[in-house]
């Protein structure tokens, strides 16, 4: 695994990942906030062909917009990330989809779930993103467009745009090759 904007404070013990996120981090491209960034932390390993990421995401989240999940990524203008985004006192369960312009789609969740299970599916041309409060039932929340063919890098995002940053821990991080 390879760090991207490494925090100043994390550790890995077996399948667990700890990171102290900090604040004034984000990945984002212009769309509505005309701003672009891209120093949000992200630890990844690269991966070719279709394959299943999976992860756990336990997130003290407090601040708008801090967010932690999964980010798949090509380079700087292509690139996925999926998992909670605290937004108007709520955990919601957010993708952003970028390719030159980010967007972002969220579906809010009132009940505060304590963890989120995430499953991400690159297959050909399409990466399918499903998440779960149990890791039982999973529910599809976005079906997206990603170049086919390409290696990539998958792994853990967290980010904290507008707070101060907060704790977050990432548990049985998986990549199964399906190709």
């Known amino acids: 695994m390879i760090w991207y904007n490494k925090p100043g404070i994390w ?17 984002w491209r212009v769309t509505h906030y005309d701003f672009i960034r891209d120093n949000g932390h992200f630890y990844y390993r690269e991966q070719n062909g279709d394959f299943v990421a999976s992860v756990k995401v336990t997130g003290q989240y407090k601040a708008l917009y801090d967010q932690a ?5 090509l380079d700087e203008h292509n690139w996925i990330k999926t998992g909670i985004e605290y937004v108007d006192e709520l955990q919601n369960v957010s993708a952003v989809v970028t390719r030159q312009f980010s967007d972002w789609s969220v579906s809010p969740q009132t009940h505060h779930p304590e963890s989120i299970y995430l499953r991400l599916t690159r297959q050909g041309d399409s990466v399918r993103i499903d998440y779960s409060f149990d890791d039982f039932t999973y529910q599809l929340l976005r079906l997206a467009y990603f170049p086919p063919d390409v290696p990539v890098q998958i792994g853990l995002m967290a980010a904290a745009p507008d707070g101060n940053g907060f704790d977050v821990v990432f548990e049985q991080f998986a990549v199964l090759d399906i190709s």
């Open 11 to 27: 550790s890995e013990e077996k399948d667990t990942v700890f990171m102290r996120v900090a604040g004034g981090t984000d990945f």
């Open 69 to 73: 999940g999964l980010m798949l990524r």
